[in-house]
């Protein structure tokens, strides 16, 4: 994606000496057709899409180089004057003892692990709006939507742990939820691989869920191929309880990418939903592609909310600036 430098000032911030900081802005643009097909007759005929997305990065150095700065997603931003729901914005200080983001970042168990969907993308995310996805967000979102993070990476080793709070965001509910994750990478005879694993667990009022988490991906030349399990026990009632596994491969050659994934849900009740969804795109050079994408969801009992077995598509233009 390319930066458009937006103006370049200096930021009061609590720390003594500042040696630089930046303000850019970076965007994107879509425009192109999409449409649902779905078993419960809430069908949308091929219609017209387009949407524009906004992101401000901020950052800066200390005198002693210490790295500060955040990032507001316009397209996902909440209301900013009120810090528990500041949606689309992190903030994070780095140094050589690490990184600590808080914001709407990902938990550990997230950060550790790779999700299956590689290369291209589509105008309306169909490959991961399926009801077989899982984007490995494991227990995220439990509590008021701002994680807080710290990560560390030494070599081919990183690790991290994470908290969200449950206050009062609910009710009475009070309580957290804390996670650990870890990352390995390395190259093994041409083919690039990375582990994943974490664990997350909530408290919430007595009653507990934890998550565990594990993905594998390599690459080799224009292939990408990977795996990942993520498993949720809950005390809630419900669906809340399942194991979920998705797999997916992806190519990317000159201007050419495609990819394809699929996830399937067993629920402890007994009941299922799957999925698989298809991207593929070509790139017109200067930041702009052309992109298509499919999504086809298996969930006759509508396990998921989401309208039950259905296939949505997309065709269109994204700009990348």
């Known amino acids: 994606m390319k930066n458009v430098l937006f103006a370049s000032t200096a930021m009061i911030v609590g720390f003594?000496?500042?040696?630089?900081?930046?303000?850019?802005?970076?965007?994107?643009?879509?425009?192109?057709?999409?449409?649902?097909?779905?078993d419960d007759g809430v069908d949308t005929d091929t219609q017209f899409h387009n949407d524009v997305d906004v992101t401000f990065t901020m950052s800066g150095e200390t005198d002693g180089g210490l790295a500060f700065g955040t990032s507001v997603d316009l397209d996902e931003a909440g209301n900013l004057g009120d810090e528990e729901d500041n949606i689309g914005v992190a903030i994070f200080l780095s140094g050589a003892f690490g990184t600590v983001t808080l914001g709407d970042t990902d938990g550990a168990l997230d950060w550790a692990l790779t999700e299956v969907n590689f290369n291209s993308g589509s105008i309306r995310d169909d490959e991961t709006e399926h009801d077989g996805w899982n984007g490995n967000a494991g227990l995220d979102g439990s509590g008021d939507d701002q994680v807080l993070r710290y990560d560390y990476t030494a070599g081919d080793f990183g690790f991290a742990v994470s908290a969200e709070q449950i206050d009062g965001t609910s009710g009475d509910l009070d309580g957290e939820t804390l996670?650990?994750?870890?990352?390995?990478?390395?190259?093994?005879?041409?083919?690039?691989?990375?582990?994943?694993?974490?664990?997350?667990?909530?408290?919430?009022?007595?009653?507990?869920?934890?998550?565990?988490?594990?993905?594998?991906?390599?690459?080799?030349?224009?292939?990408?191929?990977?795996?990942?399990y993520v498993e949720v026990d809950s005390d809630a009632p419900g669906n809340s309880s399942?194991?979920?596994?998705?797999?997916?491969?992806?190519?990317?050659?000159?201007?050419?990418?495609?990819?394809a994934n699929y996830g399937l849900y067993d629920y402890d009740s007994g009941q299922e939903a799957e999925g698989f969804g298809l991207s593929a795109g070509y790139d017109l050079g200067g930041g702009a592609s052309v992109q298509f994408g499919y999504g086809n969801s298996s969930d006759q009992n509508d396990v998921r909310g989401n309208g039950g077995s259905r296939d949505t598509y997309s065709l269109g233009v994204r700009m990348n600036f």
């Open 242 to 259: 399942f194991d979920h596994i998705g797999v997916g491969v992806g190519y990317s050659e000159g201007a050419i990418s495609a990819s």
């Open 16 to 38: 003594a000496g500042i040696a630089a900081a930046d303000v850019t802005i970076s965007g994107n643009a879509e425009m192109g057709i999409f449409g649902v097909d779905s």
């Open 179 to 228: 996670g650990i994750g870890f990352r390995y990478s390395a190259d093994f005879g041409g083919v690039g691989l990375n582990l994943g694993l974490g664990y997350q667990d909530t408290n919430v009022d007595g009653a507990d869920a934890d998550a565990f988490g594990v993905s594998v991906n390599g690459s080799t030349g224009a292939f990408t191929a990977g795996l990942s």
